[in-house]
């Protein structure tokens, strides 16, 4: 955001008036200039202003029928401003906006002055506005929408017509109107003499596309009440415009100006790019930016600077606790992180004093859980949070803000037994594979022998074996003999069916820590099991350390994507027989988290089994991300949404000061297929540094394209937002490798 200091004293001011001194400009609360014009009956005030003292530009127009009469500019200082007052006659009035209505005709029709400013003609106030005084206008024409950074967002539309002749502001009511061609033809009468088709490609032509030929501007005024700028100041609006709009610096200022004449009541206004076309010509058109009165404000700034973020809109009772990690957590629990857990079992509510990305392990089990979910700065000492902490409350997340209240028992013990399945559910286990397989031999309809995990790897080799691992698959059959071979089947049966600990989170949480380390240290492998596991690390390099990945039968499905719940681990040369690695990826089955998770939907957790993904690590990766096939800021359009961080600080688990690199790519009409829209850029590289080259990007979306096309039709999905979830990495060479594709739970 472009910040200038500005001094008063070099506001110069020409009254064109003899008899009339206006007051000296100063500095309103909102931070805009305003100056007294005395009472004078008869007679109105237009405030113009310079940069130069050559081009005046009319901002405001008042009546002098007060005894003090507050005439404003209309937006925030820039570096140096010149100020005209002229007062008229009512008698002799003038027609600043040039619409054939004299200033004071208009002036006594609507009762302000952006009507003598705005020269766009009446229409029917269902359709729209042609000026907003106040917030509750700007609400009643909005609509919550989507924008790349924020799922749900106040905006209003807007549309200016003839910007070449005698341009007219028009805010359009959204709801009525959703798109601004519709508005055009319905409300404006415009492209009428066309078919609706026809009407609609000369108005693209003359809005979007249009060179020479540009007849108008469409675009939208944001709210971002949850912004907070240095100074402290909260809330701000930003002037947006179609991403592949390449609208050149003089129409930018022209509807900035005329959305600030005709919006006094925002304080903050902002032109924001939010697209690399618009962000190229920002750049290209700095120094226009920098001499004119059009504050601007880039991506990262604008979605990093702020209080509050609403990740999953939903509401639950539950025990409001503050908490570090995830530990001794429970379904009934509403829990505050001073950080991001690197884990998380089932909760009722998620409030973190950290930002989170939506493809965070936090947020994809805020969303397959359905659990409120909001970033709050300062939750833990927040005024309407604090007071609350170890009380059974009542927490809703909206867009508009949160809400937490004190709740009862009976009203917290309600609401989690409507949410718990009424019967037991038992995952589908396949014991008939009996073998290590390659995954050249596991098929993507062997799921229920290998995990969803393992099948959907060995189908991305399938379908690109380039950008996928190669490696193995450890069966549910081995899992199911060792628990066998150890009698472990019947310790877990005793441990879980304990009243003390059914009852009490921190006995569960120990006792299953010591069943974990029992499968760890105090177990042994049949010896047919030995000989296999041995055979399989030898088919591995002496210098290449295997990875196992957990592929349990209760994770990466259509229904439960499970993130999160179970550990994987390298296993490195130090470590002797690769068991140990095995091992402990069984234990985690029993990991609190999981076992929480499984409890609260009444998955049976004996016929819960873990298969072993093996492949090899990866090492000195130059990225890492998230990517998932849909718009989740706007479903219902194409769209590719990418978090990525260089190195090995995972995205879905990051470092407590990490925030990654935030991208949406869409196929919007413009001069490339995909427009690539930064919505944040990574904390861990220099500003002008990027995690993903353009190339990479682009490759990422085109086998996101394919991978989403191929599962669809395995998952025999007819669902028109059904989504593929990526894990991914671009190696040390540069290479994209996609390490997991599960279905997106949304």
């Not at 200033?103 to 269902?126: H, R």
């Not at 919006?263 to 206004?269: K, N």
């Not at 286990?429 to 031999?441: A, E, G, N, V, W």
């Not at 949480?509 to 099991?529: C, D, H, Q, V």
């Amino acid at each position: 955001m472009r910040r200038l200091s500005v001094i008063l004293t070099s506001a110069f001011l020409l009254a064109l008036h003899a008899q009339i001194q206006p007051s000296a400009p100063q500095l309103s609360e909102n931070g805009k200039f305003r100056l007294a014009v005395p009472q004078t009956e008869n007679h109105y005030a237009i405030l113009s202003r310079s940069k130069d003292l050559v081009e005046w530009r009319p901002v405001d127009i008042i009546a002098l029928s007060q005894a003090e009469n507050w005439i404003r500019d209309s937006v925030t200082p820039s570096d140096k401003a010149y100020f005209q007052v002229r007062v008229v006659p009512n008698s002799d009035p003038l027609d600043t906006d040039g619409d054939g209505i004299n200033d004071f005709s208009e002036l006594n029709t609507s009762g302000t002055g952006c009507t003598a400013l705005n020269p766009a003609t009446k229409f029917p106030s269902t359709s729209g506005s042609r000026f907003m005084l106040d917030r509750a206008t700007f609400d009643a024409l909005s609509k919550t929408s989507g924008v790349p950074g924020a799922q749900e967002i106040r905006l209003v539309k807007f549309l200016i017509t003839d910007i070449r002749t005698n341009p007219r502001l028009h805010f359009v009511n959204s709801n009525t109107h959703p798109l601004h061609y519709d508005f055009a033809r319905r409300a404006l009468n415009r492209y009428t003499n066309f078919d609706y088709n026809t009407g609609r490609f000369f108005f693209d032509r003359e809005t979007y596309i249009g060179g020479s030929g540009r007849k108008n501007i469409a675009g939208s005024l944001i709210s971002h009440q949850n912004y907070v700028a240095n100074d402290g100041r909260k809330g701000i609006y930003t002037v947006e415009f179609w991403p592949t709009d390449p609208l050149p610096f003089e129409f930018i200022e022209l509807a900035y100006e005329a959305i600030a004449r005709c919006s006094p009541f925002i304080d903050q206004l902002l032109y924001h790019a939010p697209s690399q076309t618009q962000r190229q010509l920002q750049t290209l058109n700095q120094e226009k930016f920098d001499a004119s009165f059009v504050h601007t404000i880039d991506t990262n700034d604008l979605f990093s600077n702020t209080d509050y973020q609403p990740m999953h809109q939903q509401e639950a009772f539950g025990r409001l606790r503050v908490a570090d990690s995830a530990g001794s957590l429970g379904a009934r629990d509403i829990v505050i992180f001073r950080n991001l857990p690197n884990d998380l079992t089932k909760i009722a509510g998620i409030i973190t004093e950290v930002p989170q990305t939506p493809l965070s392990h936090v947020n994809l089990k805020a969303q397959q859980n359905d659990t409120p979910n909001a970033y709050i700065a300062n939750a833990s000492t927040h005024p309407d949070i604090a007071p609350f902490i170890g009380k059974n409350v009542f927490y809703r997340v909206s867009q508009d803000g949160f809400e937490i209240r004190i709740a009862t028992q009976v009203e917290v013990d309600q609401f989690l037994e409507n949410l718990r399945p009424l019967t037991p559910s038992f995952p589908p286990r396949d014991l008939s594979k009996t073998t290590i397989q390659p995954l050249s031999s596991v098929f993507f309809s062997e799921s229920d022998s290998f995990g969803g995990k393992a099948a959907n790897v060995a189908e991305l080799r399938r379908i690109m074996p380039a950008n996928a691992p190669d490696g193995f698959a450890i069966p549910f059959y081995f899992y199911d003999e060792f628990m066998k071979h150890n009698n472990f089947y019947t310790e877990a049966q005793a441990m879980i069916t304990a009243p003390d600990f059914q009852s009490n989170l921190t006995i569960r949480e120990a006792r299953l820590e010591t069943f974990r380390s029992r499968i760890k240290k105090e177990s042994t492998f049949p010896a047919w099991m030995e000989t296999a596991l041995t055979t399989l690390q030898n088919s591995f390099p002496s210098d290449i350390s295997p990875r196992l990945r957990s592929s349990a039968n209760a994770e990466d499905s259509i229904t439960f994507n499970g993130a999160g719940l179970y550990d994987s681990y390298t296993h490195k040369a130090n470590e002797g027989h690769i068991g140990k690695s095995v091992r402990q990826v069984w234990a985690s089955l029993w990991n609190y988290r999981a076992y929480e998770e499984r409890e609260f939907y009444r998955i049976d957790h004996l016929t819960s089994a873990m298969s072993v993904l093996v492949h090899s690590n990866q090492k000195n990766e130059q990225a890492n991300g998230v990517t998932v096939a849909s718009n989740i800021f706007i479903p219902t359009r194409e769209g590719y949404y990418i978090n990525a961080q260089i190195g090995e600080d995972l995205v879905t688990n990051p470092d407590v000061a990490s925030s990654p690199e935030e991208i949406l790519v869409s196929p919007l009409f413009g001069a490339e297929t995909y427009e690539i829209q930064y919505i944040r850029f990574s904390n861990q590289l220099p500003n002008d540094k990027r995690v993903l080259t353009k190339p990479q990007i682009l490759d990422l979306v085109a086998k996101m394209k394919l991978l989403n096309k191929h599962f669809k039709s395995l998952y025999n999905s007819s669902d028109s937002s059904f989504a593929m979830e990526i894990e991914f990495k671009i190696t040390s060479e540069g290479k994209l490798l996609i390490k997991q594709a599960r279905p997106w739970v949304n």
